[in-house]
């Protein structure tokens, strides 16, 4: 898992254009193309020679506490043929986690533990990948709850509205 946030963090910078010591560590030489926006969530899809990734990725739409100075933040599903992921889910905080905190994402009544490791969140149990894209598709909203590095409680809620379609768009670009 932690093997794809790179490329997560390099098509998020060169889509968005945020600014990560990630990022810096090689060139972004990939091409991303947006394919849909759907509601809140949008489907991308990047070459890198012979090899093609894509992803649905959206924003939260609302960040608690407020006020706080953080960076963007990303919520990924992520699909790369070429290494048999259909649906990785990575999370770009915007901020570091506290060392060795976990997060915990909600949607409806079900939670979901996810791992921390600097400013990134990956779904602490793989197998659950498909159980949680289908509990994205039936909600209507996810909440992330982790720690920052300063120990702050931070919440970031993403609208799924979009979600089936930019997912289902970025699966048939990427089978």
């Known amino acids: 898992m932690m093997?794809?946030?790179?490329?997560?963090?390099l098509l998020a910078s060169a889509v968005a254009g945020v600014s990560s010591a990630q990022a810096q560590t090689r060139?972004?030489?990939?091409?991303?193309?947006?394919l849909e926006k759907s509601e809140n969530w949008s489907a991308y899809a990047a070459q890198t020679g012979k090899e093609k990734v894509c992803y649905a990725l959206a924003q939260p739409d609302n960040r608690l506490p407020a006020?706080?100075?953080?960076?963007?933040?990303?919520f990924y599903v992520w699909m790369?043929?070429?290494?048999?992921?259909?649906?990785?889910?990575s999370v770009i905080l915007g901020f570091p986690a506290k060392d060795g905190a976990d997060a915990t994402a909600t949607i409806g009544t079900a939670n979901f533990a996810f791992s921390?490791?600097?400013?990134?969140?990956?779904?602490?149990?793989?197998?659950?990948?498909?159980?949680?894209?289908?509990?994205?598709r039936k909600g209507d909203?996810?909440?992330?709850?982790?720690t920052s590095q300063r120990g702050n409680a931070l919440t970031d809620s993403y609208s799924l509205s979009g979600v089936t379609?930019?997912?289902?768009?970025?699966?048939?670009?990427c089978p």
């Open 3 to 9: 093997k794809t946030i790179l490329p997560c963090v």
């Open 27 to 34: 060139p972004a030489t990939a091409k991303t193309v947006l």
């Open 67 to 74: 006020g706080l100075n953080r960076d963007p933040a990303y």
């Open 80 to 89: 790369d043929p070429s290494k048999n992921i259909r649906t990785e889910i």
């Open 141 to 146: 909203k996810m909440v992330l709850k982790v």
């Open 165 to 173: 379609s930019a997912v289902a768009r970025a699966a048939k670009e």
């Open 116 to 136: 921390t490791k600097g400013g990134n969140a990956w779904l602490k149990n793989p197998a659950e990948s498909a159980r949680f894209v289908e509990t994205m």
